[in-house]
């Protein structure tokens, strides 16, 4: 062997080879590695372009992974996340075709050990393994710590995750693994005025819960919740500390357990099919694990309190002007070909100044709020809209060709046209000039858009106001 090439040197207190699972998405990968790393000791398993790498994590939890991460070509950095919630102790190594530093980011706060470009040296490859391997053996290998680790690792993905959804994810793969659960029901409390619950609602002492299910169907998790009720009534409301002191009865009977969340709006978790004996450790874990995920969910919910005071108008409930240069720089940044453009409304109240001076500023908040709701309940649900500022409204209309933006901005100035809006003992009428631009048709960034879409708007002020104007493309000006 070359003198310059890296040789695989184990601890000396392991005997074992280590076994090395390599996913990749086209034969040239393992063409170019494979001759480098026979010569090593080490129990490889290739998976070419695998057309299930969730079923590959049901039969074997690999301890070391590299990963391909063209496979998950649509959403790496969710499939990152979902790997790591299925196989929390497993050590991946990342082989990725892009240098964008925000996906390597990702891909490090969902979890990965290493990250590099392909193709990658195999001499590379083979020192990360190494290393990757030194560090697991100079952890103890005791059951209790390992598991004690996992739980470790699952709440820092709990953490560092960016949905509630995905929190729940996390938790429940986890616990339905831990426990060796068939399935998991997770009920978040509802306020209902009916008395008789819909297929994705269950009443439990007397609280309306909605269902989301995990490994069940609707049928079979509401007879596992009235079996467990029947037997054990009376249990919602404790948190799990207190749950666990006053009905330790009550938390795992036979193969079903409850495992209440305190935070009011979170509910519980609810397993049954459970098949592992529950031992003190396991109580423990889990009550560490919930009372992580309750911080992380509060967490959560004041992050979201933060942005949408960041981005809400306080005035009309829209988005403000600090989120319309993300929407737009998003907006721009997802655009495959120029066919999947995107048009931009500019949208003035006319004579508003008028609505001020005569019947007050309360009344004209009022109606700017009014006016905000009525262009946002005649928009798509995936469009924008804007309080640009003062009485003006901005849209942003996703995949849209000037012929469908021009309907949609018609619709919206035939609707406040036609509309009588009442405050207090006035009833007042409005209309409506607005201004279209499009991506990439008249412009292809977006202060260009947003100017054009503006002056369009003007140019319909000034030729009789309650009208829709497109703008100019350069070549007629």
Known sequence: MN???????FPKNVTAQPRVDIWVNDLFL????????????????????PQSWKLLLKKEKPEFLILDLSLMEQAPIEALHEIKSLSPLTAIIV???TD????????????ISDYYLKPTNPETLLYAIQKLFSQKTLKPMDPTLQADLQVFSVTHLISIAESDLKMKELTLNHLISVYEASGAIWLTPKNRSSSKPNSNEVIIDGVFFKKELWGCRHKQADLEIENFQRIYPNIIGDSFHSHLTSHPECWV?????????????????????????????IQSRTEFLVRSLEVSFENHRRYIEAKQLTYIDDLTGLYNPRFLDQALTIALGNLKTTEDGFCILFIDIDKFKY??????????SQMLSQVGRLIKNNLRTHDHVFRYGGDEFLAVLYGTDIT??????????????????????????????????RFPDHGKDKETLISLADKAMY???KHGRNQVIVAELESDV
């Open 3 to 9: 003198k310059n090439t890296h040789s695989f040197n």
């Open 30 to 49: 393992k063409e170019l590695y494979h001759p480098s790393f026979q010569t090593h000791p080490i129990d490889w398993h290739w998976e070419i372009a």
């Open 95 to 97: 082989l990725s075709h």
């Open 100 to 111: 964008d530093v925000q996906v390597a980011i990702s891909a490090f706060k969902a979890g």
């Open 253 to 281: 009977r036979g193969d079903v357990a409850w495992i209440p969340l305190q935070h009011s709006t979170m509910g519980g978790i609810f397993l049954f099919g459970i098949t592992k004996r529950i031992t003190d450790p």
């Open 355 to 364: 609505v001020n001076d005569s019947y007050g500023h309360i009344i004209g």
């Open 404 to 437: 469908k933006a021009t309907e949609i901005a018609e619709r919206i100035r035939k609707n406040a046209e036609a509309r009588i809006f009442k405050f207090a003992n006035h009833t007042i009428k409005i209309t409506l000039s607005v201004g279209i631009a």
């Open 459 to 461: 140019h319909s002020k």
